[in-house]
T-cell receptor, first 114, second 117 residues
């Protein structure tokens, strides 16, 4: 079974609008971390935001916030006030039980339209 | 610079040749990871080094793939007898480990784009 599922291969959003990128995960480990990375066309992986399984509040980092619904095992990324520079691939990833390699989803390609 | 560096940035090789890819992690980072990203795909875990522990090789796709790490510094990923299916971007990442935490952000290098003809 897929550990990380991103069901949206591609998304379009109007500039200045908000957009939600979906991510669901599967784990039986009570301790895990969820990460979102951005990969622009240049190929670099840019860390955006982190949510720990024991965190009580949803993580926020500037225009990025994570809608963490533990019971539903979802960790959707919300980007507010989209900018043209937000156009990129976005990957959701999970680390289980401490320092372990990240398991990545297949990604969502976001295109911001002027 | 202070980031993760990888070399070469691009490598074109002929089928059957061996290649070596190098990763220099961020100084002080004890954990080092190799991932592979095929065109249009997500990242696949290959191998993980953590301090002096035995590496986690569970992601290596075949015995043609191997990796070494010198202490807590440079790592080399070797692919022997390359095949066309090995064509991908190979990404290295490092993180600072402080106990059993899940919030150790992995910092990625720029990757090596491998093309096997």
């Amino acid at each position: 079974a897929q550990k990380i599922t991103q069901t949206q291969p591609g998304m379009f959003v109007q500039e200045k609008e908000a957009v939600t990128l979906d991510c669901t995960y599967d784990t039986s480990d009570p301790s895990y971390g969820l990460f979102w990375y951005k990969q622009p066309s240049s190929g670099e992986m840019i860390f955006l935001i982190y949510q720990g399984s024991y965190d009580q509040q949803n993580a926020t980092e500037g225009r990025y916030s994570l809608n963490f619904q533990k019971a539903r095992k979802s960790a959707n990324l919300v980007i507010s006030a989209s900018q043209l520079g937000d156009s990129a691939m976005y990957f959701c990833a999970m680390s289980e039980g401490g320092n372990t390699p990240l398991v990545f989803g297949k990604g969502t390609r976001l295109s911001v339209i002027a | 610079g202070a980031g993760v560096s990888q070399s070469p940035s691009n490598k074109v090789t002929e089928k059957g040749k061996d290649v070596e890819l190098r990763c220099d992690p961020i100084s002080g980072h004890t954990a080092l990871y190799w991932y592979r990203q095929r065109l249009g795909q997500g990242l696949e875990f290959l191998i993980y080094f953590q301090g002096n522990s035995a590496p986690d090789k569970s992601g290596l796709p075949s015995d043609r793939f191997s990796a070494e790490r010198t202490g807590e510094s440079v790592s080399t990923l070797t692919i022997q007898r390359t095949q066309q299916e090995d064509s991908a971007v190979y990404l290295c990442a490092s993180s600072f480990v402080a106990g059993a935490r899940s919030d150790n952000e992995q910092f990625f290098g720029p990757g090596t784009r491998l093309t096997v003809l």
